[in-house]
Structures are given as structure tokens and as C-alpha cells.
């Protein structure tokens, strides 16, 4: 049988047969850049600031090309946070405090720390002992993820977004989110007859063995499935990549986007395509190339 998921065949594959590339589609060369919820200012006149940071919302608007001056305003660190933590931000555990050095002075310099909520675990009675060890009283009830000082707020935003996003880097997130972005803003332009094969292929993908599951996804990366090749194999790359759990969430995705008007989608694609123009656009500005 074919290797090809999204078809009509079932999901097997042989160590020998060939990868199809796939069709291509065409991609819109501009995308709306979605607007954020303004956060409150940030005081540099108190001794500290605590903003819980709030998702960013969908309404677009078109950028200007290749890459503008970004100004490091509290809706783009916002906007940031939302396009790299989208469950944290939405679900309100990600807080920004601020901290001027110097809350005597006016002009003092501001050092920003983020953090993310985590859920307490109960603490026993026996751990406020006078006999227990040093430490185990109250659990700390955030993480911090990243901090950074500047001269002004929009100084130690940026300091602070290069944090975020050095670490994204780092960690190979940046690339996933770019990649997932990519894939949300081209699902939608397919049409019904696509998406069908697309979730037929999702649901075969969930009834091969873990071997097989393996070497497909071997096989694809060593033909080099890059952005040259079809929608279907960078998408099949992704949710092997991604294993069952990212199969089982597009699914959802592709049911998602059965539903919707051919307006809604285009919506969407502008939205999900202006945030990977927003990645870009931050990385060339804090020089991570």
C-alpha cells in the first residue's frame, strides 16, 4: 500500500515503497498580525508591581513588510507570551511583576521577573516541626521562568523578551511553535474534500504499532521533508514528531475547521500566519538569527 496517510488506504507503510511529496498549496504572502489585550502599565514608582498577564486576542491587522521597528510596548511582550505559552496564558498562570531598584528615584532602572503558577501540594503538619529539616514549610506556589533589568520598561521588556525567547531557542520550542503556527495557518485553507482525507489519515495514524509509528517517522526525515514538500508530508512529520497525543489534538482541529465558514477560515489563517511573521520579526530584532 501507499505510505501516503491522508488517503483512502489504511495507514501501512514498507521499509522499500517511495514518499510521495504531496501537492502543494498557495499561501498568502501577507498575514494580519493580531492585536493584544493592552496590559495595565507597569509602575516603576512602587516598590513592586504584580500584572497577571492576559492572552492576546484575534483581531488582525496588516503589517508592513519585511520586518518594522518593534516597539517593546506591554501588548507586545503580551503577544509574545501568548504565541509561546498559549495554555498558560489563557488558563492565567503566567504573572509579570516589576521591580524598581531604586523605588526612591523616579528614574530608577526596572527589573522585570515572570513567573508561572503551579499547583500546591498539601503540606503535612509533621513538615512545621521544630525537628524537620530546613525547608520543607510552605511550597512555593509559582516558578520563575525568566527575568531581566532595563533602563525604562520597554528597555527591560525587550531584555526581558530575549530571555523568553534565547531559552525558547534553546529548548526547541521556538521552532515547534513556528512549525505548529505554519501548519494551523495552511490546515485552513484546505478545502472540505482535504480536510476529509486529512482526518481519515489522523485516524489511522492512531492504529499503527510503536515500530511502525518509528520508522515512518525515520523514513520521512531522512527523504528531508522540509518547507519545499506538500502540506500532507510536513503535516504527517509533525504529528509523528509530536506522537499520539498531537494526533488526537488535531484531530479535534480538523473537525474544528469541517465546521467552520469559508470566512472563519480565512480568519484564522491570517491569524495563525501573522504570528509566525510575529516569531520572525522578534527574533531578527533581538539579533537571535
Request: aromatic content about 10%; some cysteine.
Amino acid at each position: 500500500m501507499i505510505a501516503n496517510p491522508f488517503s483512502d488506504h489504511l495507514y501501512r507503510i514498507d521499509s522499500d515503497e517511495h514518499i510521495d511529496n504531496g501537492k502543494s498549496l498557495a499561501f498568502p504572502d501577507l498575514f494580519p498580525v493580531p492585536h493584544m489585550e493592552k496590559l495595565q502599565p507597569m509602575s516603576t514608582s512602587s516598590t513592586v508591581s504584580s500584572t497577571e498577564v492576559s492572552p492576546a486576542s484575534t483581531a488582525p491587522s496588516t503589517p508592513p513588510l519585511p520586518y518594522p521597528p518593534l516597539k517593546w510596548t506591554a501588548s507586545t511582550l503580551n503577544y509574545l507570551l501568548t504565541a509561546l505559552y498559549p495554555a498558560q496564558m489563557y488558563s492565567g498562570s503566567m504573572v509579570l511583576e516589576s521591580y524598581p531598584t531604586k523605588p526612591q528615584e523616579r528614574f530608577s532602572p526596572v527589573r522585570l521577573e515572570l513567573y508561572m503558577r503551579i499547583k500546591c501540594t498539601h503540606v503535612p503538619a509533621w513538615a512545621y516541626a521544630a525537628s524537620a529539616p530546613i525547608g520543607t514549610g510552605r511550597p512555593a506556589s509559582k516558578l520563575l521562568v525568566a527575568q531581566a533589568s532595563g533602563e525604562t520598561e520597554a528597555q527591560a521588556r525587550r531584555a526581558l523578551a530575549k530571555e523568553v525567547v534565547g531559552l525558547a531557542k534553546e529548548n526547541g520550542m521556538l521552532e515547534y511553535f513556528k512549525a505548529y503556527y505554519r501548519i494551523r495557518a495552511e490546515l485552513y485553507t484546505l478545502d472540505d474534500l482535504a480536510l476529509r482525507s486529512l482526518r481519515r489519515g489522523i485516524e489511522g495514524m492512531k492504529r499503527v504499532s510503536d515500530w511502525e509509528w518509528i520508522g515512518r517517522l525515520a523514513q520521512l526525515r531522512f527523504a528531508g521533508v522540509d518547507e519545499a514538500w506538500g502540506f500532507e508530508a510536513r503535516f504527517e512529520v509533525f504529528l509523528l514528531g509530536g506522537g499520539y497525543w498531537e494526533v488526537e489534538r488535531w484531530g479535534v482541529d480538523v473537525d474544528i475547521a469541517l465546521v467552520l465558514t469559508p470566512g472563519d477560515r480565512t480568519v484564522r489563517t491570517q491569524t495563525h500566519g501573522g504570528v509566525v511573521w510575529f516569531l520572525e520579526m522578534v527574533v531578527a530584532d533581538l539579533a537571535l538569527c
